[in-house]
C-alpha cells in the first residue's frame, strides 16, 4: 500500500465524494479514481460502494479508515522529527466562529505569521454540530467550541476559559435602566445571529420556557455578529451576545448591559479526535491558544 494512495483514500473516506476530494488534494477527478482502484486491487477487495452519485464506505473500507489516519499521522509526525524538531511544520486545518477569529485569534495568528512560518494555519468558519461532526472526519485537525458541555463524543477536548455573555440593547432602550426577570423579556424585540450558535439557542430554550403556553418567542435574525450588534445599536431590539465582543461598544456607550445574568454557562473549547496523534505543529497551536484565550478572558477555567 503506498503512502499516497492511502492519502487519497483517507480524504475520499472523509468528504464521501471522489470530486471534492479530488479538488482539495488538487487532482483530476480522473487520477483520484485510478488511485482508489489501485488500492483496491492490492488489498483484494472493494472500499467504497457506489450508488449512483453517491458512495459510501464498504466494512473493508471502515475497517482500513482508522490504519490509513494511524499511518498518515505517524508520517507527518517523522517528517516533523527529521526536519527538526526546532521549527514546527505543517498544515492545521481550524475550525473556528466569529467571535474568535475577529475578537480573539489574531495575536496568535500573528505569533504563528512570525514565529513559525513554516505553520500554515487554514481557518474554516463553523459552529457546533458542525465543527463536531468535522473533527470526528478528520476534515478539521483542531477546531474551537463555544459550548454549555464539555463532553463531546468521539473528541478530546481542552476546556480555555469561561465564556461571559452580555445581554446588550440600544442606550435609549426601555431595558436599558431596568432588571428585567427572564419573562419580563419574552414580549421585546429579539436579535440573534443564525440557530446552531450555542448562547442563541440556549437563549432560545430559557425564554421559551417563560412564554405563555401554546407560544413561542421569535428572533429577528441577521447571521453575523458585526450585523446584530449594529441592530442593537439602531434600537432594533435586545441581544445576547459573548462580552468580548461588545466590550468595545459597551465602553463607548454604543450600547448598554441590561441587568439580566444567564442561568448557562458556556466554556471555550478547543477539541480535537479522540484517539488523534497529534503532530508537534498542532500541539503547540493547543498550548498557545491556550494560554492566550485565558489571558485574554481573565477568566481561567
Not at 21 to 34: I, R
Not at 46 to 57: H, N, Q
Not at 111 to 139: N, Y
Not at 189 to 208: I, K, Q, S, V
Amino acid at each position: 500500500m503506498e503512502l499516497r494512495l492511502l492519502v487519497t483514500f483517507e480524504k475520499v473516506a472523509t468528504v464521501l465524494s471522489f470530486t471534492r476530494a479530488a479538488t482539495e488534494l488538487a487532482y483530476a477527478q480522473s487520477s483520484v479514481t485510478s488511485q482508489i482502484r489501485a488500492l483496491e486491487s492490492s488489498l483484494g477487495t472493494e472500499l467504497f460502494d457506489r450508488l449512483g452519485s453517491r458512495i459510501r464506505l464498504t466494512e473493508a473500507g471502515e475497517r482500513l479508515l482508522p490504519y490509513a489516519r494511524q499511518i498518515i499521522e505517524l508520517t507527518d509526525e517523522a517528517r516533523a522529527a527529521v526536519v527538526g524538531a526546532e521549527e514546527p511544520s505543517g498544515t492545521l486545518t481550524i475550525g473556528t466562529m466569529e467571535s474568535l477569529t475577529s475578537y480573539r485569534l489574531l495575536p496568535l495568528l500573528e505569533f504563528f505569521h512570525h514565529r513559525h512560518p513554516r505553520v500554515r494555519l487554514s481557518l474554516r468558519t463553523t459552529i457546533g454540530d458542525e465543527t463536531r461532526q468535522a473533527l470526528r472526519q478528520g476534515t478539521y485537525d483542531v477546531g474551537f467550541l463555544m459550548e454549555q458541555e464539555t463532553g463531546h463524543p468521539g473528541l478530546e477536548v481542552a476546556v480555555l476559559a469561561v465564556e461571559p455573555l452580555a445581554l446588550v440593547a440600544a442606550p435609549g432602550d426601555p431595558m436599558a435602566d431596568a432588571a428585567p426577570d427572564t419573562a419580563d423579556l419574552v414580549g421585546r424585540p429579539l436579535l440573534a445571529t443564525e440557530p446552531g450558535c450555542a448562547y442563541r439557542d440556549l437563549f432560545e430554550r430559557e425564554l421559551n420556557s417563560r412564554a405563555p403556553e401554546g407560544s413561542r418567542v421569535a428572533f429577528m435574525e441577521f447571521g453575523t455578529i458585526e450585523a446584530t450588534k449594529r441592530a442593537a445599536a439602531a434600537g432594533l431590539g435586545i441581544a445576547l451576545l459573548p462580552e468580548v465582543t461588545v466590550a468595545a461598544e459597551l465602553a463607548r456607550g454604543e450600547l448598554v448591559r441590561v441587568c439580566w445574568e444567564p442561568p448557562f454557562t458556556l466554556r471555550t473549547q478547543l477539541a480535537w479526535r479522540a484517539g488523534k496523534r497529534l503532530p508537534a505543529h498542532a500541539r503547540l497551536f493547543v498550548e498557545r491558544a491556550r494560554r492566550l484565550v485565558s489571558e485574554e478572558s481573565g477568566r481561567p477555567e
